[in-house]
C-alpha cells in the first residue's frame, strides 16, 4: 500500500472529509496536495499524463496526494476544490480548462492553498496557470507525416475549434508542408472530446478520402486503432499509444507534467511560491515525442532528434514566418516567429487545409 | 470502395447497434414495459463482451456473455418493476445509472487491454454486386444478426400466436389475465429479451466496432435506441429506417467535413443533424394519429397486479 488516498468518487470525498472533521481530524504526517481530473484516469489520454506527473511528484518529494477523477466541469468541480482546500492540501491542481472559474473562486476564499490550474488565462492572487506547448509535437510529427505519404493526403479528427487544438492541427500542416509541399490535410470535427464510435467513424472517413497518414485532437485511442485495421499511419495523442497500433502508431506527441509539479510543490514547501504563467514546451520537457516507429527510416529519425534538439535550444519556432492562412493572407512575415499572443488567437486554417473551418 | 459504397457501409455498421437494442426494447414495451435503462445494460454488455472476448479469445463468446450481463441486468429491474411494482420510468433510470457506473467500476483492469479485429463475413456472390455489394455483404457477422432478428420481429409480433399474445398484454394485461395468460411471465420474458439484446449491442461495441473498452464509451446509444422505438411508433421497420437514417447523416456529415467542400453550416449544427433528421423523418412519416393510437402499447409503463 502506498499513502495515497485514492478516492475516485466525489460524494465519498466529500463524506470522509466531513468524517474527518467531526472526529476532530487526525494529524498530517505530511502535506497532501489534491489533484482535480476531468474523465477516468485510464491507460492513455489527457488525464493519465496528469497522473504521472502525481505519481512523480510523491516519489520525489515525498507528500502525499490524493485525486478525484471523472469530475464534470461545473458545479462538482467548485465542490471538489473546495473540499480539498478545506481540509488543508498545500496545492490543488485543477487540470481541465473549464475549471477556471471555479479553481479561482475557490481560490479567493482560502488564500493560504496554493491553486494551479492547468490549460485556463485567468491569473489569480493565489492560483498559478500551467499549459504546454503541445503545437512543437505536432509540428515534428507533421514532417514525419509529410515524409511517410504516399498519397499526399493526411487526416485530422479533432473535438471542437478551439485556439490550442487549432494551433496542434496548423503545426501539423506547416511541418508536412515544410517537407512536402503537395501535402494537404482534411479535418473532420467530431465535436466531443470523447466518443470512441464517432472517433472512429470520423477515421474511416479519412482514411477513405485517400487520407494515409492520421491523428486526432480527442481522448480515445479509437484513430490508432483504425489506422492499425487498415495498414496506414497514425500518430498517438496525449500518451504513447502504440500498443494500440504496433504498426500503425509512428510515434505520439506526448504531455509530461511531473518536472513541474514537483518544481511547484518544493516552492510551496519553502515558501517561494508566486502564482505565475508558466507555457513550457520541449525546452522545460513538458513536450516530448514517444519512441519513432522503426518503419521511420533512419535519416528522418536523425533529422526529428535534430529538430528536437533545435525546439529545446529555441532555434526552432514551428510559427516561423512566412506564415500564410488557407485564403493567401499571410498573417507572419517571413524572418519573424509568431508571438504567444498570436498563438492563443488563433481561428483560422494554415495553407495546406482543405477541409473550411466550422464557424 | 468507392465514396458511396464507403458511405453506406459506414452507416450500416453505425445503425446496427441502435437497430439491435431498439428491437429487444420494442418487444419488452410492446408487452407493456418501458425500461428506460438501456444505455446501462448496454454498458454492462460491452465490459461483459469485452472481458469474456479478452480471457477466452472467441468474439462469439464475448457476445454470448454480453447478451447474458444485459439479461442479468435486465432481470433486477424486471423484480423491481413486476414483482415488486417499483416505479417502470424511475427503476429505468436507476438501471442506467447502475449499469454505466458498475460497468466503470468492473472495467478498470480492463482499460490497459486491446482486443484482435474481427474481420467481416464476406457472402459469395451477393458481395460482387457493384456498389451496394462490399457494403452490405461483406460485414460483421452481428450486422447479419440484426436482420435476422428483423425479420424474426416482425414474423413474431404480427405472424405468431405468442406475438399476438404479447401485444394483448401490452393493450390490456387485465384482459389477457382474464382469459388466461400469464401476464407477468410474459413482461418478464419481454423485458429480459430486450436486455439481451442490449447487452448484444454493447457488446458489438466493444468487441467489434471499436475494439476496446473505456468507461463511457456507450456514449449515449442507449438513450438513442430508446427515443427511435417511440418516433417509430413501435413498428419495427421504421425503427431500422430510423437507426439507418440516423447513422446515415452521421457518416454523411463527416465525409462532407472531411472533403472541404464549401459549406457554411457550423459543425456543432451538422453534429446535431443526426438527431433532427431522425426525429424530424419519423415524426412526418408517423404523424398519422390513428396508427399511433393502433401501435402504441396501450398500458406503457403501467404496472398491472393480477387479481386472485
Known sequence: MTLTKIISNRWLLIAFTAMAMMFGGASQAADNVGFVYVSPIGDAGWTYQHDLGRLQLE????????????????????????????????????TSFGYMNYALKVSNTFRKTAFVHATGYKLGKNMGLVNARFYEGRYLTGVIAGEMTKSNVLGYVAAFPIPEVLQGINAFIKGARSVNPKAELRVIWVNSWYDPGKEREASLTLLSQNADVITHHTDSTAVVQAAEEKGKYAFGYHSDMSKYGPNAHLTATTHHWGDYYVKTVKEVQAGSWKPTSVWGGYKEGMIKLAPLNKAIPADLQARIREMEKQLTAGTLHPFAGPVVDQGGKTIVAAGQNMTDDQLNKMNYYLQGVVSKIPN | MDILTSILFATIVAGTPLIIVALGQL????????????????????????????HSGSPWLGVLAG????????????????????????????????????????????????????????????????????????????????????????????RSRPGLVLR????????????????????????????????????????????????????????????LVVFATWRPFRVLVGAYLFGGVMVAQLFVQGSGLEINI?????????????????VIISRDQNTVRLNAPVSLGQPFRPEA
Open chain 2, 168 to 227: 394483448a398484454v401490452g393493450e390490456s394485461p387485465h384482459s389477457a389475465h382474464s382469459i388466461g395468460y400469464p401476464a407477468i411471465r410474459i413482461r418478464y420474458m419481454a423485458t429480459i429479451f430486450g436486455g439481451a439484446m442490449a447487452g448484444i449491442g454493447g457488446s458489438f461495441l466493444s468487441v467489434f466496432y471499436t475494439p476496446l473498452w473505456v468507461e463511457g464509451m456507450v456514449a449515449g446509444r442507449g438513450w438513442i435506441a430508446i427515443a
Open chain 2, 266 to 282: 457550423p459543425s456543432q449544427f451538422l453534429s446535431a443533424l443526426p438527431y433532427l433528421a431522425t426525429i424530424v423523418v419519423l
Open chain 2, 27 to 54: 418487444i419488452a414495451e410492446k408487452s407493456g414495459v418501458l425500461n428506460l435503462g438501456a444505455e446501462g445494460m448496454m454498458a454492462m454488455g460491452a465490459i461483459a463482451g469485452f472481458a469474456v472476448t479478452l
Open chain 2, 67 to 158: 447478451m447474458a450481463a444485459g439479461a442479468v441486468m435486465s432481470f433486477i429491474f424486471a423484480i423491481v418493476v413486476l414483482t415488486l411494482m417499483g416505479n417502470q420510468v424511475a427503476s429505468g433510470l436507476a438501471l442506467s445509472i447502475l449499469g454505466v457506473g458498475l460497468s466503470a467500476f468492473i472495467g478498470k483492469p480492463y482499460e490497459a487491454e486491446i482486443l484482435q479485429t474481427v474481420s467481416a463475413i464476406r457472402i459469395p456472390l451477393l458481395a460482387d454486386i457493384p456498389i451496394i455489394g462490399e457494403a452490405l455483404f461483406n460485414q460483421q457477422a452481428l450486422v447479419y444478426f440484426s436482420w435476422a432478428l428483423f425479420g424474426g420481429i416482425v414474423w413474431f409480433l404480427y
Open chain 1, 59 to 94: 516519489k520525489e518529494t515525498g507528500v502525499t496526494t490524493s485525486y478525484v477523477e471523472n469530475v464534470a466541469e461545473g458545479a462538482d468541480a467548485e465542490r471538489v476544490i473546495r473540499e480539498m482546500a478545506k481540509r488543508g492540501d498545500k496545492v490543488v491542481f485543477a
